[in-house]
Each structure stands twice: as structure tokens, then as C-alpha cells.
């Protein structure tokens, strides 16, 4: 079909937009705003269900007519602009904007982790562990570990493209 190409496009584009907005919205609100935004964006399916939302639309607009296979592929472009666009945002914010943003983002999520363990009755090693991991953590992303993340998000982002075509599949019978 040749509106899947298109509409993947546009799908891509729009939340990749959507989350560079509020990735940027959420660093000027302030850290603690932004740590939220964070731990939020990695806990909530955002994303998928609004890939699945688009390509049931899709779907659903050309009679149920359409191969899904070619869902798989609409929700993996979709998924691509989405990750091209997530990268620029943090490329723009962590290294050009604010580079001392992503340090002071470890240094709050490392500090509500250990407040959480010692409310918990953490053993004293296991949180010495968590800020030697928060350490860590602060040391510059390097161009490698950049593309190693890049690929990773990219083999799971076709098991969920993967996942959608199933869905769209089942919905369809």
C-alpha cells in the first residue's frame, strides 16, 4: 500500500516531535521534573500503544485489506523517525544545550534510589554498590555506547513492530 510509507512517516515524526517537546519542556520545569518525565517515559507504553493506535487506524481506513507484514513495517519506520528524533533531542539537550543536565539527572535518580533503600532497610554494602553504580554512570556517553543503544532500541523496537502486526492481525479476524 503506498500510504503505509507516508503514514509511518507522519506517525514517527509526530511523536518523535512530541517527545523532544516534552523532553525540553521537562528541563526547563527543572531537574526534579525532568527525572519524572523520565521515569515515567520508561514505565509507560506511550509509544507502542500510539504506534498500535495509528496502524489499527490504518488498518481500519483501508477495509482491513492490508498484509501484516506491511503493519510490521508501517510500526518499524514508525518506530526509526521515532528513534532518530530521540536521539537529536538528547544529542541537542546532554551535549550541546546543557551538558551538565545528564549529570545532575544520575546524581538525582542515584539519590532517590538510595533514600529508597535505606527507607527499606537496605544492607549498607548494597547501597555503597548503587553509588558506586551511580558513579559510574556519570562518566561521558561515548559515540560507541551511543550506537550500541541505538541498536538495542532498534531490535526491540522490531519485536514490538512485531507485536503490533500480531495484534492488528488478531484484531482483524
Same mark, same amino acid.
Given at each position: 500500500?503506498?500510504?503505509?510509507?507516508?503514514?509511518?512517516?507522519?506517525?514517527?515524526?509526530?511523536?518523535?516531535?512530541?517527545?523532544?517537546?516534552?523532553?525540553?519542556?521537562?528541563?526547563?520545569?527543572?531537574?526534579?521534573?525532568?527525572?519524572?518525565?523520565?521515569?515515567?517515559?520508561?514505565?509507560?507504553?506511550?509509544?507502542?500503544? /500510539?504506534?498500535?493506535?495509528?496502524?489499527?487506524? =490504518? %488498518?481500519?481506513?483501508?477495509? +482491513?485489506?492490508?498484509? +501484516?507484514?506491511?503493519?510490521?513495517?508501517?510500526?518499524?519506520?514508525?518506530?526509526?523517525?521515532?528513534?532518530?528524533?530521540? *536521539?537529536?533531542?538528547?544529542?541537542?539537550?546532554?551535549?550541546?544545550?546543557?551538558? /551538565?543536565?545528564?549529570?545532575?539527572?544520575?546524581? #538525582?535518580?542515584?539519590? %532517590?534510589?538510595?533514600?529508597?533503600?535505606?527507607?527499606?532497610? *537496605?544492607?549498607?554494602?548494597? =547501597? $555503597?554498590?548503587? =553509588?558506586?553504580?551511580?558513579?559510574?554512570?556519570?562518566?561521558?556517553? #561515548? +559515540?560507541?555506547?551511543?550506537?550500541?543503544?541505538?541498536?538495542?532500541?532498534?531490535?526491540?523496537?522490531?519485536?514490538?513492530?512485531?507485536?503490533?502486526?500480531?495484534?492488528? $492481525?488478531?484484531? $482483524?479476524?
Amino acid at each position: 500500500m503506498k500510504t503505509i510509507y507516508p503514514s509511518a512517516l507522519l506517525t514517527g515524526t509526530l511523536l518523535g516531535l512530541l517527545f523532544s517537546g516534552i523532553l525540553f519542556f521537562s528541563w526547563k520545569q527543572g531537574i526534579d521534573f525532568m527525572v519524572s518525565f523520565h521515569k515515567y517515559y520508561a514505565l509507560l507504553p506511550l509509544v507502542f500503544l /500510539s504506534v498500535l493506535g495509528a496502524a489499527y487506524f =490504518i %488498518e481500519q481506513k483501508q477495509n +482491513w485489506n492490508i498484509d +501484516w507484514k506491511l503493519i510490521i513495517r508501517f510500526a518499524f519506520v514508525s518506530y526509526i523517525i521515532f528513534e532518530i528524533f530521540y *536521539a537529536m533531542a538528547n544529542y541537542l539537550l546532554f551535549d550541546i544545550v546543557d551538558p /551538565s543536565a545528564y549529570l545532575r539527572m544520575v546524581d #538525582t535518580l542515584n539519590q %532517590e534510589d538510595v533514600q529508597r533503600l535505606k527507607e527499606a532497610n *537496605a544492607p549498607e554494602e548494597k =547501597i $555503597k554498590e548503587l =553509588i558506586k553504580m551511580g558513579e559510574y554512570a556519570k562518566q561521558p556517553i #561515548t +559515540w560507541i555506547q551511543r550506537l550500541v543503544a541505538i541498536g538495542q532500541n532498534l531490535i526491540l523496537d522490531f519485536i514490538k513492530s512485531v507485536l503490533v502486526g500480531f495484534i492488528i $492481525k488478531q484484531v $482483524k479476524r
